[in-house]
């Protein structure tokens, strides 16, 4: 498989994007959205589809609602348009990767980081989910091996190519701003100069128009970098209660994750051959620079709280660290060959070893019991429905609200934070726009302590509203209550 022809490598990769993707459409109807992000970011996307527009501010960068929304007035299937753009995403990821290791490394090395990009746990398992993240790593390695491409045969148009999918990449997720600096960056370390001015000023069309349009609708040019840390610091309160375990946590999180992505071998593997290549591989050693910077950017944010402790976000650092694999791969004997086998097993098998949520390369719910929560849910509710969720974790919750087939409009959810005030308005605003709806309550929770065993909602509420409940559901964890007005 590895010793053949330059054109029968690159029929290798075909042949792997194609087996990846029907391995994953195979696995598509048993994975679950289990995040609860990548279910307001479908939300968002179905807004978009009855309403599209250019969307001039957010918290979120806007592309992203634009393909899923692309996405679902082709297929109106909340659960599965949207997973199903991620896996065609993540398969074609691999071909642009392939041919930037190939140029800039070696040739039988990229057919083997490309492999294993193609098995890492937690982007495979990140395809299943409706994140920005699978769509953005597409743009960023698109912008990566247009780049490499532009330098090596010194051309103006793939110069333009790179900013330009490099742009794109900035509208999903907001990493792809800093690493716009860092590849202009390399173009100067190239010396060539007209090429960075071409990339750089293509590039920036995205980021300078959301600026313009975030300051001219809320006065922040940076309301969606300023609102995530709103979010994570003040309404999560991320920095709250910590100690110095909790400090150490987010200096090794995002380590330990890049070496459950790549597996304990490949990681050391990797790491031994960026380091190397400052003497041996000089030509390839350039690219280490976005790998380092965004290493420490993320642990630098991670510690300071506004990037959250979750495996999802590592993808960067996968992609940008993989590459330097090929140069141990270089020289595919029997024995690397075998290596290459043992080293995929085990980066796959211990991700169900690991005591950590989030790495297995299939996502389901710990709780199946959920799922049929979700499914009464569906049937006993309409568009004239309310349905509020007491917060039972982010992703069984996210999860029923998916699942139930009800607009965002008609659902509130007791979010799991510290502030009961906005979770009681919220319920508030909720009870007083509908007639009749479905309410789940956690035992013992906040909320079902509140209401107390009549489950009395008129305390939610300080209008002279009375209201009815009867049980639909019942388990030892969860009961499910049908509501009406009096």
Not at 248 to 275: D, E, H, Q, V
Request: proline residues 3%; contains cysteine.
């Amino acid at each position: 498989m590895f010793n053949q022809t330059q054109e029968n490598k690159i029929n290798w990769v075909y042949g792997l994007v194609a087996l990846i993707l029907v391995i994953k459409l195979c696995m598509l109807p048993f994975a679950q959205t289990v995040h609860s992000d990548a279910v307001a970011r479908v939300f968002g996307a179905i807004d978009w589809m009855h309403d599209p527009h250019w969307i001039k501010s957010g918290v979120w960068a806007p592309f992203h609602f634009y393909l899923n929304g692309i996405a679902l007035s082709i297929w109106n299937s909340p659960v599965y348009a949207p997973k199903l753009l991620n896996i065609v995403f993540s398969c074609l990821t691999l071909i642009p990767f392939f041919y930037f290791v190939r140029r800039e490394f070696n040739e039988n090395g990229a057919l083997i980081a490309t492999i294993f990009l193609a098995i890492c746990p937690i982007l495979f398992r990140n395809s299943f989910q409706a994140l920005a993240g699978t769509s953005y790593l597409f743009f960023l390695v698109l912008s990566l091996n247009y780049l490499s491409k532009a330098l090596s045969e010194k051309s103006f148009t793939y110069a333009a190519f790179a900013g330009l999918a490099i742009s794109f990449a900035a509208g999903i997720r907001y990493e792809a701003w800093l690493l716009m600096m860092v590849y202009w960056l390399i173009i100067i370390l190239k010396k060539e100069w007209l090429q960075s001015f071409i990339y750089g000023g293509i590039a920036v069309i995205f980021p300078v128009i959301w600026l313009i349009t975030n300051w001219m609708e809320t006065g922040d040019p940076m309301f969606g970098i300023n609102g995530n840390y709103t979010w994570t610091l003040d309404i999560m309160q991320n920095n709250d209660s910590l100690n110095w375990e909790s400090h150490l946590r987010r200096i090794w999180f995002f380590p330990f994750s890049l070496m459950i992505a790549l597996g304990p071998p490949a990681a050391f593997i990797t790491l031994k051959m960026i380091i190397s290549s400052y003497k041996e591989e000089k030509s390839a050693a350039i690219w280490s620079i976005p790998f380092w910077i965004v290493f420490a950017f993320m642990i630098y944010n991670c510690y300071r709280g506004v990037l959250l402790i979750q495996h999802r976000f590592v993808g960067t650092l996968v992609v940008l660290a993989l590459p330097f694999t090929a140069l141990y791969f270089a020289e595919l004997t029997v024995r690397k060959k075998r290596i290459a086998v043992v080293f995929g097993i085990i980066t796959l098998g211990l991700t169900f070893i690991y005591n950590t949520d989030g790495v297995t390369p299939l996502p389901r719910l710990k709780n199946q019991d959920i799922v049929k929560i979700a499914q009464i849910t569906n049937n006993q509710t309409d568009e004239e429905s309310s349905l509020i969720l007491d917060f039972i974790g982010w992703d069984k919750t996210y999860f029923i609200a998916l699942n139930s087939g009800q607009p965002k409009r008609n659902i509130t959810i007791a979010e799991g934070t510290k502030n009961k005030a906005l979770m009681l308005n919220n319920i508030k605003n909720n009870l007083e726009r509908f007639d009749q709806g479905i309410i789940l309550l956690e035992h013992q929770s906040k909320l079902s302590k509140l209401l107390g065993e009549s489950v009395d909602l008129s305390l939610c509420t300080d209008k002279n509203f009375q209201f009815t409940t009867a049980a639909i559901y019942n388990d030892k964890r969860y009961t499910l209550y049908k509501w009406w007005r009096k």
